[in-house]
């Protein structure tokens, strides 16, 4: 019998993200079957891929819609439009999101809810796979909310929650929510006790607060730097805090509206293995700027960037691996860009730590492959 290593194909010369050196990877039926580091100055056989990274693809754990559709207004006679966005993602990189339900009244995000449960039986190769959806809202402080409107947004409580999510508890991956308001510690718990994953955003607590609230399970900040306390030398607030502790994620839009280039890069350069790249891309994604309905109010999109009439900034149209680029370009550090839509989303979902884990057993297809430079960063299918 031939052994199964010489019926691979090899690849060598590939630079995973967040491993240093170099990379020998084998194929076996195009599904990675074998990942060994390559010793330095090594001429082993097989396709030179030249120091390229292989990835897995990105996951979006923050995007509220596109193609006009806003996931909170999801009807049933959506669903074909939904499966043809799912699709443009796929070929924007993206393998997975968490779409996004901004604050919205009780009945239509429950209707969104089951029409993201018929979606996600309709999946099939190449189509973005959903996730369970991010809740974004709606128990968050007044004073934060930003575009969520005020009149929908609701007091932590079991009951409120229960009205809900109610029968979607396994539809649900990641709820956003502002951890000082009184209840939340109970609906975190609850939270927590079924898997879910939360996060603190649209919130006035303090670092003490936040402190106490990654204690009680809260895992990840939404949008850091948005809706929340900055980062300053005497009231370092919920950043800081989560710096300070280290194994919180730490949600960032990197399109250089949202936050400015410098504070993006000296995040990732003080939490290099917490920072996950989100797009919060809206209803517009896949759309040409200009004016958008959004609920009952009119979006202003301009070169990526989204606002309503009264100037809020609310999000952007631009997919996640543009992201991706932008932050390489100002770092200077492709790597770690790349492994904050690629590698570190999985693991705050549950997936092992390392990218080697992460890529054993992936077709090759499913895969990026990025060139370039930091500065003129490229992305393509791997086959």
């Not at 300053?232 to 839009?253: E, K, M, N, W």
Request: glycine share 10%.
């Amino acid at each position: 019998m031939v052994p199964f290593s010489h019926r691979m194909r090899w690849l060598s010369h590939v630079r995973l993200p967040g491993e240093p050196g170099l990379w020998r990877i084998g194929l076996a039926q195009e599904q990675i079957a074998a990942i060994q580091p390559l010793p330095q100055g090594s001429a082993a056989a097989g396709e030179n891929w030249s120091g390229d990274w292989l990835s897995p693809a990105g996951i979006d754990l923050q995007i509220n819609g596109g193609l006009g559709l806003a996931f909170p207004e999801l009807q049933p006679s959506d669903l074909p439009k939904l499966l043809e966005l799912l699709e443009l993602l796929w070929r924007d990189g993206v393998e997975a999101i968490s779409p996004t339900l901004v604050t919205c009244g009780v009945a239509p995000l429950r209707q969104a809810l089951g029409v993201l449960r018929d979606a996600r039986a309709e999946h099939q190769r190449g189509r973005c796979r959903l996730l369970g959806a991010h809740l974004e809202g709606p128990f968050l402080a007044h004073g934060k909310r930003g575009a969520h409107p005020a009149e929908h947004l609701a007091s932590p409580s079991l009951e409120a929650l229960e009205a809900r999510i109610g029968g979607f508890e396994e539809d649900i991956a990641l709820v956003t929510l502002a951890p000082e308001l009184p209840g939340a510690d109970a609906v975190i718990a609850a939270l927590r006790s079924r898997g879910i994953v939360v996060s603190l955003g649209h919130s006035e607590a303090t670092a003490e607060q936040a402190s106490h609230a990654f204690e009680q399970g809260v895992g990840m900040l939404t949008h850091s730097f948005n809706a929340m306390a900055g980062l300053q030398h005497r009231s370092p607030g919920p950043i800081g805090a989560a710096v300070r502790r280290g194994d919180v994620a730490l949600g960032l839009i990197a399109d250089g509206v949202h936050v400015d280039p410098t504070m993006a890069v000296l995040l990732q350069r003080l939490a290099p293995e917490q920072v996950v790249l989100v797009s919060d891309a809206l209803a517009p994604y896949g759309l040409a700027d200009g004016l958008h309905r959004w609920d009952e109010r009119t979006l202003i999109v301009e070169q990526g960037s989204c606002r309503l009439e009264d100037g809020t900034l609310a999000g952007v149209t631009l997919p996640l691996l543009e992201a991706v680029r932008r932050l390489a370009r100002w770092s200077g550090d492709a790597d770690r860009a790349i492994a904050a839509a690629t590698v570190l989303p999985r693991r705050l979902l549950g997936a092992p730590t390392r990218v080697r884990e992460q890529l054993q057993g992936l077709p090759l297809g499913e895969t990026l492959r990025w060139s370039g430079t930091s500065a003129e960063l490229r992305w393509s299918r791997a086959a």
